[in-house]
């Protein structure tokens, strides 16, 4: 089974087998990860705490969506997946692409911070939902889920099989959908906006320089801000640790914003060399199958709000 067989489709045809592919990946990554948290927990003795902490579930939750991947893909769709880009990357673009992702963290903060005021006009917070999006890798297991193989597994997902095809039928919705689509499946109000905005990094990187590239940033974003800086400041104070940790995202951010407006006549002329006519956005995102699995979600990212 191809996700796209031989026969030529038509736009609406290709968004929704896209749609529909990222839908059963989700499924099968939430259901074996669920099956394996109760394996573990009846079977193995973990305790809740341990559970918490593991990165086994979802370890086997990657591997079973790998499978699927590899299902679904000819050796056509591998060498698509792969292909190197349309410019070579360079230093400069690199860390100007980091940047901008750690523009994305402040925006996402600031978004974070908005919902939180406005939830708690209905008596509900996301702080809890803030603890799960920040919270640093426990085990070895977790941190090799975190760092490595997650965002492989996201950019062979979102930035290979999502952002291909939609590329066949328009550049720029490829990067706005798959950044959608990367964005709602990690179901938490906090989390899918930040995941949102880096993924119209990754995806315009993935595009322009190769999917080498979006999963050296990804990784990069997930361990060298994450995990890895966490440990370098573990041994100082927590209130020391979290200024400088704050300081460096703040000045981060801040020069991301400087590279955008650098680059803004640069952005530009993508921006025209790339067209995207009304009616194609509007495909995606009045696609029945799209709504109905945004819905789902949110409720989804509401059962895990908590009460103040």
């Known amino acids: 089974m191809k996700l796209f067989k031989k026969q030529q489709l038509n736009e609406r045809q290709k968004i929704n087998r896209t749609i529909g592919a990222t839908l059963i990946y989700f499924l099968i990554f939430q259901i074996s990860a669920l099956?394996?948290?109760?394996?573990?927990?009846?079977y193995a003795g973990f305790s809740n705490g341990l559970l918490h902490r593991s990165g086994l579930p979802y370890l086997v939750a990657i591997a079973l969506g790998f499978l699927?991947?590899?299902?679904?893909?000819s050796k056509k769709d591998w060498r698509q997946y792969v292909q190197p880009g349309q410019q070579k990357m360079k230093l400069k673009i690199f860390i100007s692409l980091l940047l901008?992702?750690?523009?994305?963290?402040?925006?996402a903060s600031l978004l974070?911070?908005?919902l939180e005021v406005i939830f708690r006009l209905f008596g509900l917070s996301v702080l809890q939902q803030l603890e799960t999006a920040t919270q640093h890798s426990q085990s070895w297991s977790?941190?090799?889920y975190a760092a490595l193989l997650g965002p492989l597994m996201e950019e062979l997902v979102f930035r290979g099989v999502v952002l291909r095809r939609f590329s066949q039928v328009n550049y720029r919705l490829a990067i706005i959908a798959s950044a959608y689509l990367f964005g709602l499946y990690h179901t938490n109000f906090v989390q899918s906006p930040f995941a949102f905005l880096i993924g119209l990094v990754l995806g315009y990187t993935a595009l322009t320089y190769g999917i080498f590239w979006s999963l050296a940033l990804h990784i990069f974003n997930n361990?060298?801000?994450?995990?890895?800086?966490?440990?370098i400041l573990q041994s100082?104070?927590?209130l020391v640790a979290s200024e400088i940790s704050g300081a460096i995202l703040m000045l981060g951010g801040i020069a991301g914003l400087v590279v955008l407006l650098y680059f803004r006549p640069q952005i530009?002329?993508?921006?025209?060399l790339h067209q995207m006519p009304s009616p194609v956005l509007r495909n995606f995102f009045t696609n029945k199958l799209l709504i109905t699995v945004t819905l789902a979600v949110v409720v989804l990212a509401s059962l895990s709000l908590s009460t103040v």
């Open 35 to 42: 099956v394996m948290m109760v394996v573990l927990k009846k």
């Open 68 to 73: 699927f991947v590899m299902i679904i893909s």
């Open 100 to 107: 901008v992702l750690m523009t994305g963290q402040i925006v």
């Open 112 to 114: 974070g911070q908005l």
């Open 142 to 144: 977790m941190l090799l």
């Open 223 to 231: 361990f060298i801000l994450g995990d890895f800086m966490y440990f």
């Open 236 to 238: 100082l104070p927590p």
């Open 268 to 272: 530009q002329r993508w921006m025209d």
